[in-house]
């Protein structure tokens, strides 16, 4: 089998997440989503596979997670839910807009963080778990947009 280049896989999720939304289904965006993020940042294995754990530390990280230092007691996250991303992919296909350059939105609002165990229990208890607080919706607020908007409405430093 001819092991293909990391942006040539990339294209490829990019597709099936196309074909996904052209048929009404988005129960395996989080495979084709991670994928993605995976061979567009080159979090890749020697094989050409996706190489999921070589985001962990990698891009944003929480002061509490860096501190701790150990894998074990941290998780990696979207920083923006794959929920909310999920909604913004459906809500595209709404337009009937579903070209690959649409779908590429994941790449202003797919992230992912490294933080500590307590600090998801935060997020999950503040109801921020699978959702963006009301001021990254909100035009004018200082969130608007902003894709660490969780963390700072529970407080969570981010490096």
């Known amino acids: 089998m001819t092991k293909l280049p990391s942006d040539a896989n990339a294209q ?4 099936h997440i196309q074909i996904e939304l052209r048929n009404g289904r988005s129960q395996h965006f989080r495979h084709f989503v991670d994928q993605y ?6 979090h890749v294995k020697s094989t050409g596979a996706a190489h999921w754990e070589s ?8 002061r509490d997670a860096r501190r701790l230092g150990d894998r074990k ?8 839910p794959l929920k909310v ?3 913004m992919l459906i809500d595209l296909s709404r337009t009937g807009k579903v070209t690959l350059e649409g779908i590429a939105l994941l790449d202003a609002n797919v992230r ?3 933080i500590s165990k307590d600090e998801d229990r935060i997020l999950r208890s503040n109801g921020l778990a699978s959702k ?6 909100t035009l004018g607020h200082e969130w608007c947009g902003d894709l660490f908007a969780r963390y700072k409405f529970v407080g969570i430093a981010m490096e």
């Open 37 to 42: 993020y995976c061979y567009k940042h080159g």
């Open 55 to 62: 985001i962990v530390w990698k891009g944003s990280v929480s």
């Open 85 to 87: 991303v999920r909604e």
């Open 132 to 137: 963006m607080p009301e001021g990254f919706y």
């Open 12 to 15: 490829i999720e990019l597709e």
């Open 112 to 114: 992912f963080a490294t």
């Open 73 to 80: 007691l941290v998780v990696k996250e979207h920083v923006v």
